[in-house]
């Protein structure tokens, strides 16, 4: 975490080197709730019991993720970029496994408020529970959740036309432990009446924050 906290600094001092000429004006990062889900139980036969905790996503993760994006294509593009944030009286519940707090804006708003401004950037970022390597499990067998990481970037002039364009998949991320076993309610001969428990070791914001940076990495090369 230190070693995170060393890179955003640095990437902020960044935001200092070149003028202020550009702004993301829309940002959708969506995580699949497999990836963020603590624990399920679930009967086996009536499938009368399905309760869950969800690793809730804090508002510094937000922030942390738009000061990355601001100063790397910041430095790539040879501009400073500012965000549309929302602000904090106006933001409602976000839409089902959608980070909050990041810009939700069109382009025509975006264009209309900082007219004076030369790049628009959109960016689309989605981690999966499915299309990654398979996880590797303490007793050898594998998970079925398989997280992979895709990034789209796409810059716009004021004229919303389409000036450069970024894209990274990266399916291979530490493993994820998990454990699955059944559990009885202490009734020897209601063997049929058991639950099937997961614990999982869930992504944390941390760990999404890492993959983000490895991703905008991978596409800004």
């Known amino acids: 975490m230190k070693k ?8 902020f001092c960044l935001c200092f080197v070149y003028s202020q000429n550009g702004i993301i004006y829309n940002f959708s990062f969506r995580i699949d709730n497999e990836l963020v889900t603590q624990m399920k139980a679930q009967n086996k036969d009536l499938k009368i ?3 869950s905790t969800v690793e809730e996503m804090p508002k510094q993760l937000s922030d942390d993720i738009l000061l990355v994006s601001e100063s790397l294509l910041g430095e790539y593009l040879k501009d400073s970029l500012i965000s549309m944030r929302p ?3 106006l933001i409602m519940g976000a839409l089902p496994e959608h ?8 382009f025509k ?11 628009f950037i959109d960016i689309n970022c989605y981690i999966s529970a499915t299309g990654g390597k398979k996880i590797i499990l303490a007793n050898k067998s594998f998970s079925k959740v398989k997280p992979k990481i895709t990034l789209k970037i796409r ?7 389409l000036i450069d364009k970024k894209e990274s ?6 493993t994820l432990r998990s454990k699955t076993y059944d559990k009885t ?6 063997k049929k009446n058991t639950d099937e428990v997961t614990f999982s070791e869930t992504i944390n914001s941390n760990d999404v924050l890492r993959m983000y940076l490895q991703a905008i990495k991978e596409a800004l090369k």
Not at 109 to 119: D, E, M, Q, V
Not at 169 to 174: A, G, L, Y
């Open 4 to 11: 995170i906290t060393l890179i955003i600094t640095f990437l």
């Open 49 to 51: 019991l399905n309760l």
């Open 87 to 89: 602000e904090e009286k």
């Open 99 to 106: 980070l909050m707090y990041l810009p939700a804006n069109r």
């Open 109 to 119: 708003k975006a264009a209309k408020s900082y007219g004076n401004l030369k790049f």
């Open 155 to 161: 810059v716009f002039n004021k004229e919303k036309e």
């Open 169 to 174: 998949i990266i399916k291979d991320f530490e």
């Open 185 to 190: 309610y202490g009734i020897a001969f209601l």
